[in-house]
């Protein structure tokens, strides 16, 4: 256990923040999965809005430090290249 005031305090920090990154990480998933369900469901009004909100979510993980910038740019990219691949084979 640590004796420091410092480390406790640290301690306490980690704790809140460890929260605070579950449920981002949390959010994006579900954002994530939703986006894979309307991607399914083969409908391209509700797979751009869906899109546009797991996109918002990882840019906005990326933002606190929950995500690194460039595994958000690169998980929005997949789901922006499945998405386009799923309307242009729809057409």
């Keep these: 256990m640590a004796h420091t005031k410092s480390a406790l305090k ?8 460890n929260q605070r990154n579950l449920s981002v990480k949390s959010t994006v998933r579900t954002a994530t ?7 399914a469901e083969g409908d391209a009004p509700k797979t751009e809005t869906s899109l546009r909100m797991a996109s918002k979510t990882l840019c906005k993980a990326a ?14 990219s997949r789901l922006a290249k ?3 691949k ?3 084979a729809a057409k």
């Design 82 to 84: 499945a998405a386009h």
């Design 33 to 39: 999965r939703a986006f894979r369900e309307t991607l």
């Design 10 to 17: 640290r301690i306490r920090q980690d704790k809140r923040r």
């Design 63 to 76: 933002t606190k430090g929950v995500v690194r910038k460039q595994t958000a740019a690169r998980r929005i």
């Design 86 to 88: 799923s309307l242009a």
